[in-house]
Each structure stands twice: as C-alpha cells, then as structure tokens.
Nanobody
Framework: QVRLVESGGGLVTPGGSLRLSCAAS????????MGWYRQYPGKQRELVAE???????RYADSVKDRFTISRDSAKRTVYLQMNNLKPEDTAVYYC?????????????WGQGTQITVSS
C-alpha cells in the first residue's frame, strides 16, 4: 500500500538548483531507508543518494559536494536538494523506499521526474 509521489523536476541551466520532493504514504515508510535514483537513457537505474530511518546518508561520488538528501518524519517526505547542476545530471529521477532493508517485503518507486540541465 506504499505510495511515493514525486515533485520538483524541470529544466534548469548549468549551475542552477532544484529541490525534489517525495511524499510517502503507507506502512513502514517512516523507518525504512529511502533514496533517490536516476536513470539515463538505455542504462540501469543508479543510486544518487540514500538516507536511513536514523538519518545516515550516502551519496554517489558524482554528487557528493552538490546534493543533499533529507527527510521530514512528520510530513513523511524525503527531499533532494540539488545545487550546481551540471548537464550530466540530466536524467529521470526516482524516489525509492526499500522495505526489505528492515525485514519487510516490498520495494517501491515513485513515478519518476525528468531533470534536464541545459543552456
């Protein structure tokens, strides 16, 4: 019954900023690890950033100094602040909640949102 609804995608010029939001509902999403993934055309979906229920984070090397993942437990929302965007950040971004990491069946994805960085 988990649902993930993304918002905040769009078109920006290089060096610009965007913030993605993922509103989550359903059982266990408040304590499960959640992450943002991105997918380039013809390639596998890859991890951009992850945050655990306890607030520990990890990032892909390509975004470490530019992106910040956070979550608001009261709103049950996870965010991805993206600064100094580069053309290579252009991709479809997906929110993820992996309940298997806390011993519960289910791995859920948002609908995907396009980020395009171009001048």
């Amino acid at each position: 019954q988990v649902r993930l609804v993304e918002s905040g995608g769009g078109l920006v010029t290089p060096g610009g900023s965007l913030r993605l939001s993922c509103a989550a509902s359903g059982s266990y999403v408040g304590i499960a690890p959640m992450g943002w993934y991105r997918q380039y055309p013809g390639k596998q979906r890859e991890l951009v950033a992850e945050i655990t229920g306890g607030g520990r984070t990890r990032y892909a090397d390509s975004v470490k100094d530019r992106f910040t993942i956070s979550r608001d437990s009261a709103k049950r929302t996870v965010y991805l602040q993206m600064n100094n965007l580069k053309p290579e950040d252009t991709a479809v971004y997906y929110c993820n909640a992996d309940l298997t990491r806390i011993g519960v069946n289910g791995n859920y994805w948002g609908q995907g949102t396009q980020i395009t960085v171009s001048s």
